[in-house]
């Protein structure tokens, strides 16, 4: 069993910047493809980032050149730098983890998730 912790989060005004932290605790091993998703009130989840084992990247087009995201494997774990927050990057954010080298997008491809952190960026 692996259980998915996160961190951070908060509320900020627009341009400002927060980090996400999140840790892959338990039965673990460093092959495990981690990523960010985000859920705004009436909207459905979707991807932000996420990172392979090998450290291949990937990112929603809404968020490129805002956000980085990176990950420790020796400690299992993966960060989310978000810089230049806007409005609408509002949402809960999630990390979730599943087995493989793989960059995957859908939330359905992902076995484990954490409780979720709230972002809130006012105007």
């Known amino acids: 069993q692996v259980q998915v912790l996160e961190s951070g989060g908060g509320l900020v005004q627009a341009g400002a910047s927060l980090r996400l932290s999140c840790a892959a605790i338990?039965?673990?091993?460093?092959?495990?493809?981690m990523g960010w998703f985000r859920q705004a009130p009436g909207k459905e989840r979707e991807f932000v980032a996420a990172?392979?084992?090998?450290?291949?990247?990937s990112y929603a087009d809404s968020v490129k050149g805002r956000f980085t995201i990176s990950r420790d494997n020796a400690k299992n774990t993966v960060d989310l730098q978000m810089n230049s927050l806007k409005p609408e990057d509002t949402a809960v954010y999630y990390c979730?983890?599943?087995?493989?080298?793989?960059?995957?997008?859908?939330?359905?491809?992902?076995?484990?998730w954490g409780q979720g952190t709230q972002v809130t960026v006012s105007s």
């Open positions: 979730a983890a599943t087995l493989g080298k793989t960059i995957l997008i859908l939330p359905t491809a992902y076995n484990y």
């Open positions: 338990g039965r673990t091993a460093s092959y495990y493809t």
């Open positions: 990172s392979t084992w090998s450290d291949n990247t």
